[in-house]
């Protein structure tokens, strides 16, 4: 039996060989629908039903009652609630190209290399157990049958035999786990394969199960009869453990690396999940239905306490119905193997991307774009991560010795997976989780797992000494693992889990809230959570000067080839040029970065492009630097505005300036000419008539007199004229030399009057006398000259038949006033601004050069008073103010 | 009639996806409930409940889960992803 047992058990590797190159080939020519279909990927996550839970469901249904339930119950609750939780990650998963949990977990706080690999060790320390606990199934299934036909051998031939299944697995999954590199390709073979062990299992379980109910029970009521009569009790310990394997194994099925595998690499459709959602139920429902009534059976048939944990092989062969154990020896086959299989390929992807790329990149400084086959390091690296993976399984059962210890492995494990669960739910639901909160939350919860279950788990004096189990570390009664802080009486794992999650959770939560995210975890952290509204930026890369060429070269050597072209020529396309080369913008930078996460994770891809694109990573420094730039060319936008606004004040002024100088120089040329004008007329008749006096012999005295009187009026005249000129040209100049004394206003008009000495005819002058009585301060003969000016002006000027002049004095506010007032028909509108001009004259009527009432106002700007135009009186009107100081 | 009909017709499929949508978020916390229920029974071998008792109980709820996600997915697996009605579950709703 032996021999065909060895003979059945290579035919069936031989046949999932076969099945997995099939499915690959067809996979390859883009045939085979049936391979992505939702029943294929439902029947891949069955690979959460292990060895462990194919034999020992029946062995802990025996010892535990219904204990197992709760194992499957789990993972029953989170697909049911697929709407929640795992459409979110698968979500994510697909739009980041996620490859591995420890990817997951990295991507989303800011692609941080030492949480990835800290996520890794966990999970290699996880699942190492794990794997020699599915060969150790292997090994003792098969010594079952060993036993059985050759009495007397020992277990030194059946250890053998875990060495030869773990090189065969190794082979296997070496094979058609690293075909292709880019994860997002799924592994069509060996997700094939799975499948079909998925149905061998269930198949070979509810086979032996039909056999038990109507064989040898004898049917359903019998059936359940033997039950309520069997010694197996519901459970043996409390409620509290059934809430708390629930709990883990619900944890388990989300954070497990082989089920993140299965679950969220190689979904091919989202759908896939809805009908996942009560189709892997049923699937677990169906393993599960038929364990109760096998332990009952086995309990009947092997009273003194055999192994239960091979009673599915053991019923059968104690029936005689040796075909139906094989078959089930192969059921059992298949759940080991495919559960080694997807581990070996999940953590040697995650091994690879997170431990052994980053070190070989740091290693290898060398230009990517000229250094070796990366795609080949790439392969080689997760071959041997593979290897050494199954190795380590190897000999940790070895090392072990299997036995109870390795049995209860299955729970802790599941607890110590767990643990990713606040970091991994956290992050995609509550964007403040960070780095820092990640970190010290998953190290909490490892240690603290680690500490009160995971290493108490060999016994006393194994990893952990008596002393410490008994009295706690340092001899702290508080700090005994069994106990943490005094809490007795919990089951162990219970304890654990109460304890690990919440200080878990707790460290996770505080540190996140007082630690402050940099730019890439909270940018990775939008997108996690609102994955719903943006499924598609990963990162930013705010330069693109790579070399296109370059990326090109190194992309092939990542993806292959051809998928490189296709990837670099759909851009091209997409930029609307023709080729392979497009520009690298940052939007391409990205996709290309996307696409080979896919290949080596998104921490390695993003620093495979940083090398050659010149940045290592966009880090705060870099954001900084941008923002600086962006100050900076706001700060000189800001400078050029304020600049161009002097520019265009300085313009305004120098246009103005301008102006005045233009009107400077008419007013020059004006005043020249009148100059020369009013010097020339005196001149003229000065030399007609010296001429006259010079050549004429005959005159008499009468003439001779009136043409030197007329020659000595004339330069009267130009006397006059020059005075004047010299009298504004100092007092414009403002060198005029005030001669400060006191006076009365009264006095000075009088003297003015006198002065100009006018006939009642040529000006009647009306004041009140007794209304001028103030004093002033000021230079007396210059007050009287104007007031001199004003007067002889009404004279000349006044249009009237009894031409009058009104004087008014009074005094307001330290200001006197005195108007000048004429009953003429005054000065027209637009004359008024220009009588205090030089040479300016209101009319003809008068022979005058126009400087009077220049005069008049320097020397009362120079007194510190004003004269101005007062018009809407009945005849020519001038104010004259002056302050009484 | 008609054109008042059509609106009515699409709004009420809308509806009637956004109640599934609801449903299969409760039925987890449900499932748990009767899930975990077992842990709060009367243990050992005088308690009222025997062994097979429970199994059917444990086996009956599930049984049942299973149908209703079954159902819900049917309602919730069928539109294309990315579609309007798809993608306006945020996180807020």
């Known amino acids: 039996m032996l021999n065909s047992l060895i003979a059945v058990s290579l035919a069936y590797v031989a046949a999932l060989f076969l099945v997995a190159f099939y499915a690959e080939r067809l996979a390859a020519r883009g045939r085979g629908a049936w391979l992505r279909s939702p029943i294929v990927y439902t029947l891949s996550l069955s690979v959460y039903c292990t060895a462990w839970t194919f034999y020992g469901a029946v062995g802990s249904a025996a010892r535990a009652g219904l204990e197992f339930l709760a194992i499957y119950m789990g993972p029953t609750l989170v697909l049911v609630g697929w709407w929640w939780v795992l459409r979110k990650i698968v979500r994510i998963g697909r739009s980041q190209k996620i490859t591995s949990i420890a990817d997951l977990i990295s991507s989303r706080y800011g692609k941080s290399n030492s949480i990835a690999v800290i996520v890794t060790i966990m999970a290699v320390i996880g699942t190492t157990p794990y794997i020699a606990l599915q060969l150790q199934s292997v090994t003792l299934s098969f010594n079952t049958f060993l036993v059985e036909s050759r009495p007397g051998s020992d277990l030194y031939d059946a250890q053998s035999t875990a060495f030869w299944v773990a090189l065969g697995l190794a082979f296997f999954t070496i094979l058609f786990g690293t075909r292709n590199l880019d994860a997002n390709e799924r592994h069509h073979g060996v997700v094939t394969a799975i499948a079909l062990e998925a149905v061998v299992k269930l198949v070979a379980l509810i086979a032996v199960g039909v056999f038990v109910v109507w064989q040898v029970m004898g049917g359903v009521t019998e059936t359940f009869a033997a039950i309520d009569a069997s010694e197996i009790h519901m459970w043996n310990r409390d409620g509290g453990r059934w809430t708390g394997i629930l709990f883990v194994s619900a944890a388990a099925f989300i954070a497990l690396p082989r089920m993140f595998q299965v679950m969220v690499v190689e979904i091919d459709d989202e759908k896939h999940l809805a009908t996942a959602s009560w189709a892997f139920p049923t699937y677990v429902m169906l393993m599960s239905l038929f364990v109760v009534p096998i332990a009952v059976a086995g309990l009947q048939v092997f009273p003194d306490g055999a192994n239960p944990d091979l009673f599915v092989l053991t019923v059968p062969l104690a029936h005689g119905w040796d075909g139906l154990a094989m078959f089930a020896f192969i059921g059992g086959f298949s759940a080991a193997t495919s559960m080694v299989i997807v581990a070996a390929i999940a953590l040697s992807t995650m091994v690879s991307n997170h431990v052994v790329m980053p070190i070989w990149l740091k290693w290898s400084s060398r230009d990517l774009s000229v250094a070796g086959d990366v795609r080949q390091i790439v392969l080689f690296s997760r071959r041997i991560s593979i290897a050494g993976i199954l190795a380590l399984g190897y000999f940790y059962l070895q090392l072990t010795g299997g036995g109870a210890a390795l049995a209860a492995i299955g729970l802790i494990s599941f607890a110590g997976v767990a643990q990713f669960l606040p970091a991994m739910i956290g992050g995609i639901f509550w964007r403040a989780a960070n780095r820092h909160g990640a970190l010290f939350g998953l190290l909490t919860g490892f240690v603290v797992w680690a500490y009160t279950l995971f290493l108490p788990s060999f016994g006393p004096d194994a990893l952990i000494s008596k002393e410490i189990l008994e009295q706690g570390l340092f001899g702290l009664s508080w700090l005994r693992p069994n106990a943490l802080f005094g809490i007795n009486g919990l089951d162990s794992l219970v304890h654990a889990l109460v304890w690990s999650i919440s200080l878990n959770t707790l460290v996770f939560v505080i540190v996140s809230l007082v630690t402050f995210p940099n730019p890439m975890e909270r940018l990775q952290g939008a997108q996690f959570v609102n994955v719903y509204d943006h499924s598609v930026e990963a990162s930013s890369w705010s330069k693109g000067r790579a070399e296109t060429e370059d990326l090109l070269l190194m992309s092939q050597r990542i993806v292959g080839a051809n998928e490189a072209q296709k990837i670099f020529r759909a851009e091209a396309e997409r930029q609307g040029m023709v080729g392979y080369l497009p520009d690298t913008t940052p939007g391409f930078i990205q996709r290309l970065e996307r696409e080979l996460a896919g290949s080596v994770g998104a921490a390695t891809a993003h620093a495979m492009i940083a090398q050659i694109v010149g940045r290592s990573s966009v880090s705060v420094d870099d954001l900084m630097r941008v923002a600086d730039e962006t100050a900076q060319i706001m700060e000189y936008s800001s400078q050029l505005e304020a600049k161009s606004d002097e520019l265009a004040k300085s313009a305004r002024q120098l246009t103005e300036a301008n102006e005045k100088l233009t009107n400077m120089s008419v007013q020059k040329d004006a005043f020249l000419s009148q100059i020369s004008h009013e010097l020339r007329t005196p001149m003229t008749s000065i030399r007609a008539f010296s001429e006259i006096l010079e050549n004429e012999g005959e005159l008499n005295d009468q003439d001779r007199a009136k043409y030197a009187g007329i020659i000595h009026g004339e330069t009267l005249r130009l006397t006059r004229l020059l005075d004047d000129l010299l009298d504004l040209s100092v007092l414009e100049n403002g060198q005029v030399k005030l001669n400060i004394t006191h006076g009365n206003i009264a006095d000075i008009i009088d003297h003015a009057i006198s002065a100009t000495h006018f006939s009642k005819d040529q000006l009647e002058i009306a004041r009140n006398r007794s209304d001028e009585d103030f004093d002033v301060t000021a230079d007396i003969d210059r007050l009287s000259q104007v007031v001199i000016n004003l007067i002889t002006n009404a004279a000349k000027y006044c249009e009237n038949d009894a031409p009058r002049l009104d004087i008014s004095v009074r005094s307001e506010n330290d200001l006197l006033t005195l108007d000048f007032i004429d009953n003429g028909k005054g000065v027209p509108n637009t004359l008024q601004d220009e009588i205090f001009e030089k040479f300016s004259r209101a009319s003809d009527r008068a022979a005058g050069a126009g400087l009077g009432l220049a005069i008049c106002r320097e020397v009362m700007t120079n007194l510190g008073g004003h004269i101005t135009y007062l018009p809407g009186q009945t005849g020519a009107g001038f104010r004259v103010t002056l302050p009484v100081s | ?93």
């Open chain 2, 1 to 93: 009639m008609d054109d008042k009909r059509l609106p009515s017709f699409l709004e009420r499929s809308s509806y009637r996806r956004r109640r599934a949508r609801d449903a299969s978020r409760l039925l987890p916390v449900v499932c748990l409930f009767l899930f975990a229920y077992p842990g709060l029974w009367e243990l050992g071998e005088t308690g009222g409940i025997v062994l097979s008792d429970a199994l059917i109980f444990l086996f009956a709820v599930w049984l049942v889960a299973i149908a209703v996600a079954a159902v819900l997915s049917r309602l919730l697996g069928e539109p294309v992803v990315g579609d309007s009605d798809f993608s306006d579950m945020k996180s807020g709703e």
